[in-house]
Nanobody, 125 residues
Framework: EVQLQASGGGLVQAGGSLSLSCVAS????????VGWFRQAPGKEREGVSL????????WYPESVKGRFAISVDNAKNTVYLRMNGLKPEDTAVYYC???????????????????WGQGTLVTVS
């Protein structure tokens, strides 16, 4: 059974940093595409990072490029999202996702990911 357990959210001041973790089970993080979405109040879910070791592919939207970094630890089977230079508009519930298929290119759509973890709330004041 595929499971994703996200953690690490919290309250941070603007300009600060935060790291999210997502412990995966039921698959290997180096074998499937993994990523993060976020959903701010009243807004649609937005993909903010995507990584595929198999296809050697990483993607970020312009809204977070240069500030967010996705990484994986194969030994811990965990996906990380390092967020620097946080802004109030980064406030959202963040979800880790995965899918066994090839990674989407230059985009992330909600329907492109079969498995979703529970969200973790990030609040930037």
């Amino acid at each position: 059974e595929v499971q994703l357990q996200a953690s690490g959210g919290g309250l941070v001041q603007a300009g600060g940093s935060l790291s999210l973790s997502c412990v995966a089970s039921g698959f290997n993080v180096n074998d499937w595409a993994v990523g993060w979405f976020r959903q701010a109040p009243g807004k649609e879910r937005e993909g903010v990072s995507l990584f595929s070791a198999t296809y050697d592919y990483t993607w970020y939207p312009e809204s977070v490029k240069g500030r967010f970094a996705i990484s994986v630890d194969n030994a811990k089977n965990t996906v990380y999202l390092r967020m620097n230079g946080l802004k109030p508009e980064d406030t959202a519930v963040y979800y880790c996702v995965t899918d066994p298929g090839p990674p989407e290119i230059a985009t992330m759509t909600v329907r492109g990911y079969l498995y979703w973890g529970q969200g973790t709330l990030v609040t930037v004041s």
